[in-house]
């Protein structure tokens, strides 16, 4: 087999859950720079890894495929690494989980919190995923991009060394139309924006549990779907407020794009850590304030009262506040979502991005064949 003088991605998407990580990869096959290849590479199993100048992985099971062949790069999108459920959230009381893995806590976390199933096969299949994906990470000295400052600092209190592990936040691609800033008329509107999942780490029951506590006159669109959906739209009929809440399901890009032209703010409730927060940068992109939880890498991407709000978790009175001073104030609502806008432009293009990224790959491929400690200064 010749060698391949180009850098490939490492993603199953025929098995791949969809979401946040699907969409990256696919933008960043469809923006390569050169050197980097627009194939995917699904399986690391049957193939020659001495052959490639340089994999980077993003998937759990691609990652126990490695054998330290080639130079290699792994990102870490989620908490997989150093959570045995994945999802660093404790779903019996609504918040995120901040203990460091442990035996006895994360089995009680399972069992007792609902951070993760309660069968015993399943509970031990994460403890061992957990450990596995650090042990490879040390074992191979794989070069480790953290998409936060926060997933960041977790793997290194799980135990990677902190020489091997950068951060390089995350990027988005621009509307395919031009995106217009708010207007007193959109603003008078008072239509607020929630883009996710609909499970209950997200926050959406929180919002809808804001939502009697603002100005009457507000009125929130739901894009997004999940198993926890009938459960949410039998609460917002009990709770009376079928007339100021719109579910638009799963929405194809175009139609995300016009809900966010439809609204004076995107709220982004999280419960759990999120580990990145792209969505703000959509909403950014489309010159809208965000208001969010201050949970995990949120803050990295939300700078208070200057791109967005950012509240206490599940706080109704804190969340309730921040959504009416934005109705109240379209100087205000209109000037944050400036500054997001400029914020993205300045700090996290896609181009900026992708050079982030040719230097981590520069340094791994130096690091694999002369066997020195990284260095990204």
């Not at 921040?322 to 205000?332: F, T």
Request: with cysteine; hydrophobic share 35%; glycine share 8%.
């Amino acid at each position: 087999m010749p060698r391949q003088e180009t850098i490939h991605h490492c993603f199953d998407l025929a098995n791949a859950s969809g979401g946040g990580i699907e969409t990256y990869v696919e933008t960043l096959l469809k923006f390569h720079p050169s050197g980097v290849s627009d194939r995917l590479l699904s399986s690391l199993t049957d193939i020659d890894q001495s052959q490639y100048e340089l994999l980077h992985v993003h998937q759990q099971k691609l990652l126990w495929e490695l054998r330290g062949e080639c130079p290699t790069v792994y990102t870490v999108h989620n908490h997989g690494p150093y959570c045995p459920s994945g999802t660093k959230f404790l779903r019996t009381s609504g918040c995120g989980c901040d203990r460091q893995v442990s035996t006895f806590g994360c089995i009680w976390g399972h069992l007792i919190d609902g951070c993760g199933s309660r069968k015993p096969q399943n509970i031990l299949q994460g403890f061992q995923n957990a450990h596995q994906d650090i042990a490879t990470l040390k074992q191979l000295n794989v070069m480790t991009v953290a998409i936060s400052d926060y997933v960041r600092n977790q793997l290194i209190r799980h135990g990677l060394p902190a020489q091997q592990v950068v951060t390089v936040r995350n990027s988005i691609l621009m509307p395919e139309t031009l995106a217009e800033p708010l207007t007193r008329e959109i603003h008078q509107q008072r239509r607020i924006l929630f883009v996710g999942r609909v499970v209950p780490y997200k926050g959406l029951e929180w919002l809808l549990k804001t939502l009697p506590h603002t100005d009457p006159r507000i009125h929130l669109d739901i894009a997004g779907d999940g198993w926890d959906r009938p459960r949410m739209e039998r609460f917002v009929k009990t709770s009376g407020l079928s007339d100021r809440v719109t579910w638009h399901g799963w929405c194809n890009s175009r139609k995300v794009e016009e809900l966010y032209q439809q609204c004076f703010t995107l709220v982004f409730p999280s419960l759990w850590h999120e580990p990145a927060g792209l969505v703000s940068l959509e909403a950014y992109a489309h010159h809208r304030p965000v208001i969010a939880s201050h949970m995990g890498g949120i803050p990295e991407y939300v700078q208070h009262e200057k791109t967005g709000i950012l509240v206490p978790s599940n706080d109704v009175k804190a969340l309730a506040s921040a959504i009416d001073n934005l109705a109240e104030n379209y100087s205000k609502a209109k000037q944050i979502g400036e500054q997001g806008h400029a914020y993205l432009l300045q700090e996290l293009t896609l181009n900026q991005h992708i050079q982030q990224l040719k230097r981590v790959y520069e340094v791994a491929i130096q690091n694999f064949y002369t066997q020195k400690t990284y260095n990204l200064s």
